[in-house]
């Protein structure tokens, strides 16, 4: 696929969401959202059975084309994070699965992940992109937060849902 936004490091591509590098960084992100919950909640880690289960109930089939994207950033060239960006309607564009690789944060990668994220959302027609996070996951709510976002009421009633954030998506000029 075209090659959507590069940094000196990093570059951004629209990629299947089945493809596997995809599923790796799928299966990454989600071992560690789900773990961190567990060990919080329950004192565990998530178990393998539960894990191979819900990976595979969440295919990410909602970030195909034509109503969505799933970008996934390399580092140096290697498969390194994700973002997802999904149409909800016309207007409206949710931001989902964004995650760098532990060794690879604090590069820039998260934020080049969740602009070209936006940019996908503009070229898809959205004028407001919205998303949700846990209360845990701190360090999402303060990216978010750099780049924009304001807390809203909750658009959703996902259960794993503490903090719910939108964002209006102005045109970008050249």
């Known amino acids: 696929m075209a090659r959507m936004t590069t940094s000196p490091a990093w570059t951004i591509t629209a990629e299947p969401f089945d493809a596997p590098d995809s599923l790796a960084l799928w299966r ?3 071992t ?3 773990d961190r ?3 919080l909640h329950e004192g565990r880690r998530t178990g393998p059975v539960e894990l191979e289960r819900e990976i595979a109930a969440q295919t990410g089939a909602e ?5 969505g ?6 580092y140096g060239g290697e498969p390194a994070g994700s973002a997802g960006v999904r149409l909800l309607d016309a207007a409206t564009a949710e931001l989902t699965r964004v995650f760098v690789l532990k060794g690879l944060r604090g590069k820039g990668g998260a934020a080049l992940l969740v602009r070209t994220a936006e940019d996908a959302a503009r070229a898809l027609g959205a004028t407001r992109m919205i998303l949700d996070t846990r209360g845990d996951l701190v360090e999402a709510r303060a990216l978010y937060a750099r ?3 304001a807390e809203t009421e909750p658009h959703n009633a996902d259960p794993y849902a503490d903090h719910w ?3 209006s998506l ?3 000029v050249s």
């Open 28 to 30: 990454a992100y989600y």
């Open 32 to 34: 560690e959202v789900s």
């Open 37 to 39: 919950y567990y060990l």
């Open 63 to 67: 970030l195909a084309p034509p109503g």
């Open 69 to 74: 994207r799933l970008l996934v950033g390399r």
């Open 147 to 149: 780049l924009g976002y």
């Open 165 to 167: 954030f939108g964002k």
């Open 170 to 172: 102005q045109p970008v």
